[in-house]
């Protein structure tokens, strides 16, 4: 079944009960049991919805993996994942990262003994943090917010051979434009809250994965701790998911025209997207991924939040916002806002600088876009 067909079948049969081709809305906190034990394989709706159910079979296809678990939000997914290890371990994530994931691992999970290690995205550096007591690879390709790429298989080449698991949030890209699992990835994160429901009207997040013991794991966390999504959420998923394909296309177009802008303009210092063939990533994303996303960063030149604010004030059309991945078009300020956990001076190592800008572009009339950036830059 090819990419278009699943998004619209994937785990998706007519309801059995009345033929109803879209899944329903399993309203419901618990199910009747016929004596103790005995059920149609639901219980309470904590562990187990139908219509959530729905959705795990779908996001587990549309990622080539066996197996998927839907949470309350991405982090609740991250969360449950890196519940799985124990004091002592160790990971080695990619600095440049979700500013929100960064706060998880620090003030989260490292007060209860687990150990932190971040480098850059080359995967040699990954492979000169590895200790005795390391057990995942965290990585984001491409990264949040500026843009940079990973090269997954060579990252998981060293994983394997050092008996590590590679973790990859693969929400930037989606499953449209890059199958992380087919280049080594043991488990598949997303904030389905984005480009998944991509209509800025729910919060989710998912795993996926192959292994039997480690989904175990992982579902007795979702189970026991309950951050769960909502059978309307579950829904509402589902029926973003299905023109996620066409989306992510004129989200690309849009986003190649709209970093073609940027690069030539004279306010503009650096544009960060993998599809300009200045980019040192064109080559690794034509190789790695099918498309090239909807996401581009870029530096004002002697920019700053005062140059910034001013440049946000002026927009018309595109939103001063958190979040990304909806059908609108929404611009974020790193340093403040999705950032903002991250230190000061780390942050500057990484490139989170003050003159930074992500933006989300989205599925509108490109002409009116830059239009939009265009009065706005200048003005």
Known sequence: MKFKTKVIHAGQEPDKSTGSVIPPVYLTSTYRQEEIGKHKGFEYSRTGNPTRKVLEDCLAELENGSLALAFASGMAAEHAVLSTLRPGDHVVACGDMYGGTYRLFEEVFKPFGLEFTYVGWEAAE?????????????????????????DIREVADIAQNNGIRVVMDNTFATPVFQQPMELGADLVIHSTTKYIGGHSDLIGGAVILNDRNWYEKIKHIQNAVGAIPG??????MLRGIKTLAIRMKQHEENAIKIATFLKDHPVVAEVYFPGLESSPYYELACRQMAGFGGMVSFKLKNGNSETANRFFRKLKIIALAESLGGVESLINYPAVM?????????????????DLIRFSVGIEDAGDLIEDLSTALIG
Not at 133 to 142: A, M
Not at 338 to 354: D, F
């Open 231 to 236: 059978p309307f959420d579950s829904w509402l």
């Open 338 to 354: 999705t950032h903002g956990s991250i230190p000061e001076k780390q942050r500057a190592v990484i490139g989170i600088t003050n």
């Open 126 to 150: 990954f492979k000169q943090a590895v200790k005795e007591n390391t057990q995942l690879f965290w990585i984001e390709s491409p990264t949040n917010p500026l843009i940079r790429l990973i």
